[in-house]
């Protein structure tokens, strides 16, 4: 809940100087109307960045796999004992 | 297939770096610039800055809702 009051807060920051530059027109109106779609633009900038920097450092852990794997067969051989059969018995 | 993951990732922060630093040479920086200058001719004019994103923005949905209409198809497919 605190994550989107900030994002609220951010959005109204910025939409406030937009239309403060819209009013004072320091610079040409046609250049400030193309600061929400740049606005926009860089945003998908950065989303396809994180998409990019989480695909080039994905963590994959082959101990753990291993790890698991070993999991498995005990469990198995567990309920084996047990009398529970548990199908795929390889 | 690890690697080709990497090369994805590497690919895909790399076109948005150089999308971002481009669009941003063309939208922040260029109004400063002189109308004759020689950098100008590397650049489109300003109306494509607008054009540009909205027709990309318009194709993407496009897509995402073609895809969504195609998995829902499916999915009623399968469970006849």
């Known amino acids: ?90 | 297939m690890e690697l080709a993951d990497r090369a994805v990732g590497l690919l895909l922060t790399l076109t948005s770096l150089s999308i971002f630093t481009y669009y941003t040479f063309w939208v922040i920086i260029l109004p400063f610039v002189d109308s004759d200058h020689f950098i100008q001719q590397y650049f489109l004019p300003q109306e494509y800055a607008i054009l540009i994103p909205v027709f990309a923005g318009v194709v993407l949905l496009c897509f995402l809702c073609i895809f969504i209409g195609s998995v829902m198809l499916k999915s009623k497919k399968k469970k006849a």
């Open chain 1, 1 to 90: 809940m605190k994550h989107i009051i900030k994002i609220i807060t951010l959005l109204v920051a910025i939409s406030a100087f937009w239309i403060g530059l819209l009013q004072a027109s320091v610079i040409p109106s046609s250049h400030t109307w193309l600061l929400p779609i740049y606005f926009i633009v860089s945003l998908g900038c950065y989303g396809l960045l994180m998409v990019g920097v989480g695909l080039m450092r994905f963590p994959t852990c082959p101990q753990e796999a291993l790890l698991l794997q070993q999991d498995i067969v005990e469990a198995k051989d567990f309920l084996k004992q047990k009398g529970v059969d548990v199908g795929g018995s390889d």
